[in-house]
């Protein structure tokens, strides 16, 4: 319990010893006992309980009535100091978990993470640097000693419940990431997620091929296998090593100065319609469009400059902070999306 006063331990120890030392001489000295006796004595007195005999004189008798008063107020100090202790830790935890839900119920297009193993962690770490709120959701005790350690935002629940995902935003959130050890669990994550919001971006883990396709039947809009996932970059970073190593920085969000970033355009926008070229995003900005997915889905990869931009089209852009910024700024109401 890290509420407890080692001093005051220390001071009632310490007091606990002076008075048996005391009552041991006081006792050797008016009743003519062994040290061994005496010793017994004090225990038995200042433990409050009973005496041994009745004392036969009226020195000891003087010195058991301080024995029994000495012996009370250390008792009374130990109790006093573990009840206060235990009652701290109990209220500064309440309190800790009444601000974290408060915290929590004011977010607002954040995300949510189900299963904080070391995937879920190494999501939560890309979340952080890229400045991004999250909520964890998790019960084994691993995962939320670590979120405590980081300041993360936690509901200590199960993700395959309604009401653990209501508590962790579900009905305010950007998106929810079901990143479980199990497949079962990720599978019922996304259908409790989309129960409530069949509009939520969810994306999903899967140990192979045949949990992916359930996932993708249960609404995972986006699935990720880390075991294929890992192999395909190790793979590439033998075949294609400075491509692959350039393409991890850039969508690192702890990466350099350059990063790839989306950006939709809004159905409200005046100047839709409009050619990249006519537009001139990279003189105006110093932002490159590197790649537009249309409307129907299908991606532009290197755009040519006269691709209009229309409602809708989601444009992939390379540029630094600054330059992502003034794109975001010269589209005024686009918003950056999640890979939608």
Known sequence: M????????????????????????GYRWSLGETWLQSFY??????????????????SSRLLSIFMVIAGVTIFALVASTLVESIARGVLTGALA???????????RDHYIIC????VGQQIGS?????????????????????????NDYFIEGDGTDEEDLEAAGLPRARGLVASSDSDADNVYITLSARAVRPELLVVARASNADAAKKLRIAGAERV??????????????????????FVDVVTSAAGTDLRFEELEVPADWAQAGRTIGELRIRGHTGAVIVAVRKRDGHFETTPDPDLPLEAGDVMI????????????????????????
Do not use: C, W
Request: charged fraction near 30%.
């Open 115 to 118: 299963g904080y193993g070391r």
């Open 317 to 340: 852009a390379a540029g630094t902070d600054e330059e992502l910024r003034a794109l975001d700024e010269l589209f005024k109401s686009a918003e950056a999306v999640a890979g939608r």
């Open 126 to 150: 890309e979340f952080r640097a890229a400045g991004a709120d999250y909520v964890v959701v998790d019960f084994h005790e691993e995962a939320l000693a670590v979120a405590r350690e980081r």
């Open 41 to 58: 004595r004090s225990v038995v007195t200042s433990a409050l309980v009973g005496l041994d005999t009745v004392p036969r004189n009226d």
């Open 97 to 107: 978990e009444k601000r974290r839900r408060r915290a929590i119920e004011r977010l």
């Open 224 to 245: 990720v296998q880390p075991y294929a996932a890992a192999g395909r970059v190790m793979a590439n970073l033998m075949l294609k090593p400075q491509v692959t190593a």
């Open 2 to 25: 890290d509420g407890i006063s080692p001093r005051r331990i220390g001071y009632a120890l310490a007091a606990l010893v002076a008075v048996l030392a005391i009552g041991t001489v």
